[in-house]
């Protein structure tokens, strides 16, 4: 399949904003005051509590949609929730890369199928390869994982690739080993990012946008920096600023 390329343009359609508030009146409370936003990230919270009405929301008013879901299932359970959420007309889908070649095959291929007797475009299937909120520590002693982060996030981009989705999720300390093995157009989505003004909070393996972006981000997932701000407005002017 072909990939489009991420927005090079401007700083602000490279950032995508969680709305990551457990009801549908937060959130559009919050859009409402970031009318500068153009990409928001629906998450489990918010699509669990307050459904699709969200996702209806953000499109009347023009911006882009990261539905973060991260399905792991069987590839059959995958392929069915995955064509279910094309039709809402988002533009990135995660699922879980763990969930194996054939889920990952699956997924893109349903969804692709159900955007387009929808009259939507496809939407780009992410494999989140490794949670920010894990270590290399979580990975030998909890998961038992032999693998430090490096690796295990380049083997599940690798297997991302050979699957024909169009891009991983990771933290942007992972970025490069994505990169050696995962050419552009294949897209890098970064979670875990923060300015240094802001705390690190639950994330293990952080960067700054500048960063991240510099190490060859297509995208960055910046939440509580910006959503938690005194003047959340002002943070994500600021975090504009020090990417151009």
């Avoid at 959130?27 to 489990?44: C, I, M, Y």
């Avoid at 699709?52 to 359970?77: C, S, V, Y």
């Avoid at 297509?218 to 701000?229: C, K, M, N, S």
Wanted: with cysteine; hydrophobic share 50%.
């Amino acid at each position: 399949m072909l990939f489009a390329k991420s927005p090079g343009d401007s700083p602000d359609r490279r950032i995508i904003v969680p709305l990551d508030v457990p009801t549908l009146a937060q959130a559009k409370a919050l859009v409402d005051q970031l009318p500068q936003v153009s990409f928001w990230k629906v998450g489990l919270e918010l699509f669990v509590s307050g459904g699709a009405p969200i996702l209806a929301e953000l499109r009347q008013r023009g911006a882009r949609i990261f539905l973060d879901l991260k399905f792991h299932d069987i590839p059959n359970t995958m392929a069915g929730a995955c064509a279910a959420a094309a039709t809402y007309g988002v533009d990135f889908l995660t699922v879980h890369a763990s969930a194996g070649r054939d889920a990952l095959t699956a997924a893109q291929a349903a969804a692709t199928t159900a955007a387009q007797t929808a009259g939507h475009p496809s939407p780009h299937i992410l494999a989140v390869t490794l949670l920010t909120s894990l270590n290399s520590r979580h990975l030998a002693f909890d998961l038992k994982v032999s693998l430090d982060p490096w690796d295990y996030v380049q083997q599940m981009a690798m297997l991302a690739l050979d699957s024909g989705v169009a891009g991983v999720v990771c933290s942007p300390q992972e970025i490069a080993a994505v990169r050696q093995v995962c050419p552009v157009p294949f897209q890098i989505v970064c979670p875990g990012v923060r300015p240094d003004w802001a705390t690190a909070g639950d994330q293990q393996r952080t960067l700054t946008p500048a960063a991240a972006i510099a190490a060859g981000a297509d995208y960055l997932v910046i939440g509580r920096p910006i959503t938690q701000a005194a003047d959340p407005a002002a943070a994500f002017a600021r975090i504009c600023d020090e990417l151009n």
